[in-house]
């Protein structure tokens, strides 16, 4: 079965500054990867995903992931945070059951910005 | 024009009593789904319908019951509500159950059982 875990349920950074936020996954089929956004009190956007191709993976408001299967991972990055990205973060994997898509959600990094 | 239309945004009850949440999707998607989010922010499906059939049912106590009357609407009555049913249940659409499809998500439903 596929999981994933999300390191660090609490993520701050200053505004301007690198952002990380790690995910791996355990998958038995080749995966295809998700980060969804989740800002307070909405439901949940697409921020990029990966299926096949180029491992790396370029999203809305500046943000990028890189799929590397050697390590299971698929980190989400932005070069320069800024206030608005202060959200909950859920790196997710699909899996197809009885003709379904099932998404399986890590559990979520709340990423905080510092003036 | 919401894509993913939930109701009610937000639901409080007393144990016992019976609830139901409605959902519309205007994509013109053929798969829905309910997932429910816990306290803790994790995210776990619950079902999903495709083309008003139930595909998933992943081991969601009976009291739980969707119900799909076309494919832009699935709906989730839930029986005898118990104090861990309070969660925000967030209603999704996808054009198909491919896995490479992007899953867009209304804005959810607290649910508050006290």
């Known amino acids: 079965a596929q999981s994933v875990t999300q390191l660090g349920s609490h993520v701050s950074v200053s505004e301007g500054a690198l952002v990380l936020l790690r995910c791996n996954y355990s998958s038995s089929v080749p995966p295809y990867l998700f980060w969804y956004v989740q800002y307070p009190n909405q439901g949940l956007q697409l921020l990029l995903k990966y299926t096949t191709g180029a491992t790396l993976v370029k999203g809305i408001n500046g943000f990028e992931a890189e799929f590397k299967k050697s390590e299971t991972s698929f980190h989400l990055t932005k070069p320069s945070a800024h206030m608005s990205d202060a959200a909950e973060y859920f790196c997710a994997v699909s899996d197809r059951y009885q003709g379904a898509q099932k998404l399986v959600f890590g559990q979520g990094t709340r990423l905080t910005i510092n003036p | 024009d919401t894509a993913v239309s939930q109701t009610p945004k937000y639901l409080v009850t007393q144990m016992g009593n019976d609830k139901s949440i409605k959902c519309e999707q205007n994509l013109g998607h053929d798969t829905m789904y309910w997932y429910k989010q816990d306290s803790k922010k994790f995210l776990k499906i619950m079902f999903s319908y495709n083309n008003k059939e139930l595909i998933i049912n992943e081991t969601v106590p009976n009291r739980f019951s969707p119900k799909s009357p076309d494919k832009a609407h699935l709906n989730l009555h839930i029986n005898s509500l118990e104090l861990g049913d309070s969660a925000v249940y967030f209603c999704?659409?996808?054009?198909?159950?491919?896995?490479?499809?992007?899953?867009?998500f209304g804005a959810g439903s607290r649910l508050t059982v006290l």
């Open positions: 999704a659409s996808s054009q198909e159950g491919y896995r490479a499809n992007v899953l867009t």
